[in-house]
């Protein structure tokens, strides 16, 4: 077949597919461009200008992660920022699903392709000219609605290796890992896709192969957001939660001693 005999049957092709047909694709476009529109809100940079009146892409690691958040601008207001960086993921597959359980409107795309446009516009956000974040965040929103186990493993190694190590990139690489392994072993051995009539069932669910590789391609994605992670922690200057929390206990405890001794000499000065 030569190219003006492909350009003839695709036009044909076109030309056999109905109005509502195409509705149903712009709709789909338009929902992955929204998509990617959320994932593009920088909400580290938003909440700590807001709240904190801090920009944290000049203090800590100058990420606008919840990671770097919670270090710049305290844990209540870093883990807002992950709420949010999680639910931006989530939000329009949650919707897309609630419009398909209503009978309003079926997508004809799988519902990942809706979440790996949450994940690229963190990554690469619009308004930040195209610069972003690790999108792990992001990413556990995408796995949580789509894939409940693969979450959850990852949730588990993900605290597993902060508590043990302290060590934040370790721990996304952990946990990473543990989603792209599960999916897998889902892919193999879960039950068929689409089977599902419960939470239970969908728990252990076959997630499909193109979720699988959307898992594969976001941990490369996670992974390469890391090379900096990887050669501090080779240099030994990686941030460390543990250290930085044993650091200022006894910063906290040397203030709180130097106070004590000067109450001390005042009051000897003075008798």
């Not at 606008?64 to 999680?86: E, M």
């Not at 195209?130 to 605290?159: D, E, Q, R």
Request: glycine letters at 8%; one cysteine or more; a positive charge.
């Amino acid at each position: 077949m030569n190219f003006l005999d492909t350009i003839t049957t695709t036009v044909e092709a076109l030309g056999r597919t109905s109005s509502g047909d195409v509705i149903n694709y712009i709709i789909c476009v338009c929902a992955i461009i929204i998509s990617y529109l959320i994932g593009s809100i920088p909400f580290g940079v938003v909440i700590g200008k807001l709240i904190c009146h801090k920009d944290i892409r000049e203090y800590g690691s100058k990420n606008i992660g919840s990671t770097n958040a919670i270090r710049v601008l305290g844990k209540p207001v870093g883990f807002l920022v992950f709420f949010f960086d999680v639910f931006k993921g989530a939000l329009i597959i949650l919707i897309m699903m609630l419009l398909k359980a209503l009978n309003v409107y079926h997508t004809p795309i799988e519902y990942l392709w809706y979440g790996a446009a949450a994940i690229i516009g963190h990554s690469f956000s619009i308004f930040l000219k195209f610069k972003g974040g690790k999108a792990v965040a992001t990413s556990l929103g995408v796995v949580l609605v789509l894939s409940p186990m693969s979450a959850i493993n990852c949730l588990i190694v993900f605290l597993l290796i902060l508590y043990i190590t302290g060590y934040v990139s370790l721990a996304s690489t952990g946990a990473t890992l543990t989603v792209v392994t599960t999916g897998w072993l889902l892919f193999a051995f879960g039950l068929p896709y689409g089977s599902s009539t419960n939470f239970l069932e969908y728990y252990i669910s076959n997630p499909g192969l193109g979720l699988c590789i959307l898992f594969c391609v976001m941990g490369l994605l996670i992974i390469i957001k890391h090379i900096k992670n990887y050669k501090r922690l080779l240099n030994g200057t990686e941030s460390n939660f543990k250290k930085a929390k044993k650091e200022k206990k006894e910063a906290l405890a040397k203030a709180k001693l130097e106070e004590q001794n000067n109450l001390e000499n005042k009051e000897n000065l003075e008798s």
